[in-house]
């Protein structure tokens, strides 16, 4: 079957459309958090704008689960090109995303200047979402939307 006839199936259109919303909304997500983390730390943050102390709780952060937030936000971003390229790269580096996002959340709850920032109201409509998407991207690999053959290399590639 020719790869654009896959495109033109309306369940796999769908569910293109719905997982790449689904990502859209993940990285905006974290992508926010980024900006919030940096803004605390150059000092262009509003004090007490949430009524939490964003300077004493980004300050509190270990240095390797700064590395881990900003590396999931910056793989989940090359997801979405890798999305757009129909790549079946996606999968491990949305994988590796999800992980360190989960590992970052996961010693978040151990932070008692967490505590009113966060919780089960933002954690587990994100974990619903990155399930969800997931399982939407897992399903398009499945229907050989996304190019399986990218793994190998190619003739006439070096």
Do not use: C
Not at 7 to 35: D, M
């Amino acid at each position: 079957m020719d790869r654009n006839d896959l495109g033109r199936s309306p369940y796999v259109r769908w569910l293109s459309r719905f997982s790449l919303l689904l990502l859209g909304l993940h990285t905006i997500y974290v992508t926010g958090w980024a900006v919030v983390d940096i803004a605390v730390r150059v000092g262009v943050w509003p004090t007490g704008l949430w009524g939490w102390d964003g300077e004493a709780f980004f300050a509190s952060l270990a240095v390797w689960q700064e590395v881990a937030f900003f590396s999931s936000t910056v793989l989940a971003q090359f997801s979405i090109w890798l999305h757009f390229k129909r790549s079946a790269l996606i999968i491990p580096v949305f994988l590796v995303s999800y992980f360190l996002y989960r590992l970052d959340s996961f010693f978040l709850t151990l932070n008692d200047l967490f505590n009113g920032v966060g919780g089960f109201e933002t954690f587990a409509p994100m974990l619903i979402l990155q399930l969800a998407l997931l399982l939407a991207l897992m399903l398009l690999w499945g229907e050989g939307y996304f190019d399986r053959p990218a793994f190998r290399a190619r003739p006439g590639r070096t």
